[in-house]
């Protein structure tokens, strides 16, 4: 059903689009029991990609997103079979998705849900802005999906007009306008399943964002009156929610992928931190502070830090063979200054003896990468081998002469 306001113009559009459309329910929504109710309703925002850089599409473009992030914007319910319905807003209510930039939106992409077939040759447009009900991309008929629809405005067109350029999202006219599944009941993205969340928008910018968005949900799974809730939420303030971090903010409502565990005042200092893996469960990227160079008296070395990094595995019997990246999976380890490297030292710790400590403490801190060794493998016995590197031939130069000198 589609949601509909209390003044005349909007129940005309609602109920044009009812008309038009397939839905074996033949009325709007006109009314609704839990008007004004936010219930235990709340928005969450997390955040899927940070700094995503440079993109190089099959037809030879490059799209610029470094310093972009990408946000997901869900509403949490308070139960596996709450229905979203509807995000809707008008002069009384307005709906807003703000940043203070602009929003990324890809040349193929929409202002709703991406299809995803173009993503292997023009992988920007899985960065696309757009908003939802329920759908990361294109609905799949077969999982019982049914395909977002928005009526908005025709004089301002705030969805496919100014959000879909680029601009803040603001409805906030007297007509209103929304985005909708016409049969929630029908619709499986509708659903808020074992995670109680329904995705309602993607966003991706260089800024901040904030905003003020009106839902129509129905609890019990069930689309009539008696069950349906109009929750007015906001999210607004982001900043890092990690408590292990040296700028945790105990204000922010999102976390902004801002955290930063290596600058922190000696009275809060982090000395390890874990990032568990989004994709594979037991899976993490460890973090450890293994020396603070303002005591370890070596002058070359003053007032900075070594940190080591650490694949933390599921199993014992794991294996990690290699550490890649590509265009399609950037690795990127970054400093807000320069790396040390020793002079004694290499791109791998491959050729480092321990006997070059007593001479030259400072081989100990060098910067390298590894898997599993931190100096010449034959020092730990049979069964450990060198550090092999590979870089793209096609580049006018390699990662190795570029990490290498810091």
Known sequence: MVPALNHPSF????????????????????????????????????????????????????????GYNTYQLFLQCESSNDLLQAVFGDYLKPVTIETSTVFYQAELGSAIEPNPSVFAFMPQVQYDSFVTIGLESSAVNSNGESSTQIAEDSDVNPISGAFENGQDLIINSFTGSTWYIADAEMATNCTAGDDLKVLFAQVTTDGNISGNVQFQVYRNGTQNSANCLRPY????????????????????????????????????????????????????????????????????????????????????????TAVYGNDQTPLDIQSTSSFFHSSLGGVTPSSILTLFYDFDPTVFYDSWVTIGIDKQPSEFGTGYSSIFTASDPNSSSSWMADFDPG
């Open 11 to 66: 129940r005309m559009m609602c109920a044009a689009i009812v008309l038009c459309g397939s839905s074996t329910n033949t009325t709007a929504q006109l009314t609704c029991d839990g008007e004004g109710d936010d219930g235990n309703f709340s928005i969450v925002v997390e955040t899927i990609a940070t700094n995503i850089g440079v993109i190089n599409d099959a037809a030879g473009g490059i799209t610029d997103l470094t």
């Open 233 to 320: 939420l906001n999210f607004l303030d982001g900043g890092c929610l990690d408590p292990l971090a040296c700028n945790y903010d105990t204000m922010a409502t999102y976390d902004d992928g801002s955290c930063n565990y290596c600058n922190c005042p000696d009275t809060t200092e982090v000395t390890s931190v874990s990032f568990p893996s989004d994709s594979v469960p037991g899976y993490s990227l460890d973090i450890e502070l293994i020396a603070k160079h303002d005591t370890s008296y070596i002058p070359e070395l003053n007032d900075m830090k070594t940190y080591r990094m650490y694949v933390a595995m599921a199993e014992p019997n794991d294996t990690l």
